[in-house]
């Protein structure tokens, strides 16, 4: 979507229009959700706060000002209610690699049963299972460029850390998962 | 070193290409239906939310008007008058009074359906409360 046609679509949602809500919801979800599922490494966890997240968009729309920077803030909410469950769950946001490779490589398409599908492809698994290893600060960091697709720069500041840092631990988040795939050279 | 840092942080978007190998982390149509619905629900509580408080907003401050000067009437002994101390406890008494007042009134309606005979007493005790404050 266009800078205008987002623009127009905010402006419509802060009047709490239903049309543009959903509109939203309909554009962001899949990035979100991915987030989400790399934060907590539990599709039903990612679900929950999918919806979560969303609901705090509605609510809190009205203090939302636009200056551009949406996608950042929608995808902080989701980053802070991830951090959220984890400290109420007192545990690392990922679940164990177990569950993981439970999920890993699950494709599924709208409509289908998620069981019914399998892995397509052992390598997306090990990437999967390499990035819940990760340390969260570090898994957080490449998990939102990833998903978010927001600069660096915007990630270290909606994370309070410096862009030095950001950009350190996802170089050695990187060259480990590199490392655990075999493809260091 | 913000050339180190450039150096660094193009680098760092070149790895990021492993991550691509992640594809897409597809959504259940059933779970987008349920965030639809959620997102929808929410709307319409914020709406009839909103719709009430506009209604209930110029009867309400009325009756609080008129409900916070018959609890002070109606609770304010004569002595406390002259004791400042035991005014104000008196005051803070008939305050909570009216606020339980206006919260009957508000659940129970009774503006609706009030009588003649109860408005009069209400702005009976308001005439009351205005001549004690003209004396304060």
């Known amino acids: 979507m266009d800078v205008a046609g987002l623009d127009d679509l905010l402006r419509r949602a802060r009047r709490r229009d239903p049309d543009a809500l959903s509109r939203l919801v309909e554009l962001y979800s899949e990035r979100v959700f991915g987030l989400l599922y790399r934060l907590t490494g539990s599709r039903e966890a990612a679900e929950d706060l999918l919806q979560e997240t969303f609901l705090r968009v509605v609510r809190s729309i009205e203090d939302y000002e636009h200056t551009g920077r949406f996608e950042s803030w929608l995808f902080r909410i989701a980053a802070n209610l991830a951090r959220d469950r984890a400290r109420r769950h007192d545990r690392p946001p990922v679940a164990s690699i177990d569950e993981v490779d439970v999920d890993a490589g699950r494709r599924v398409p709208a409509g289908d049963d998620p069981v019914a599908h399998v892995a397509d492809g052992d390598e997306r698994r090990r990437l999967e299972a390499a990035l819940a290893r990760l340390p969260d600060l570090d898994r957080e960091i490449i998990a939102l460029r990833h998903y978010s697709e927001l600069p660096f720069r915007e990630i270290a500041e909606m994370l309070g850390v410096p862009l030095g840092t950001a950009l350190a631990r996802a170089h050695r988040a990187l060259v480990r998962l590199r490392r655990e795939l075999g493809e260091e050279s | ?136």
Do not use: I, K, Y
Request: proline share 4%; glycine share 6%; net charge negative.
């Open chain 2, 1 to 136: 070193m913000t050339e180190a840092l450039d150096n660094l942080e193009r680098q760092v978007e070149r790895e990021m290409g492993l991550l691509h190998a992640l594809g897409a982390t597809p959504l259940r149509a059933e779970c987008l239906a349920a965030v639809q619905a959620a997102v929808a629900a929410e709307v319409a509580r914020q709406r009839r939310q909103r719709d009430l408080w506009r209604a209930l907003r110029g009867p309400l401050g009325a009756a609080a008007a008129l409900l916070l000067a018959f609890g002070w009437a109606s609770s304010l002994p004569p002595t406390s008058r002259t004791d400042p101390e035991t005014w104000l406890q008196d005051w803070g008494t008939a305050l909570d009074a009216s606020r339980s007042r206006l919260s009957n009134a508000v659940e129970e309606g009774w503006t609706r359906g009030a009588a003649d005979s109860e408005l009069d007493d209400l702005f009976r005790s308001l005439d009351d409360t205005l001549t004690r404050f003209e004396s304060l």
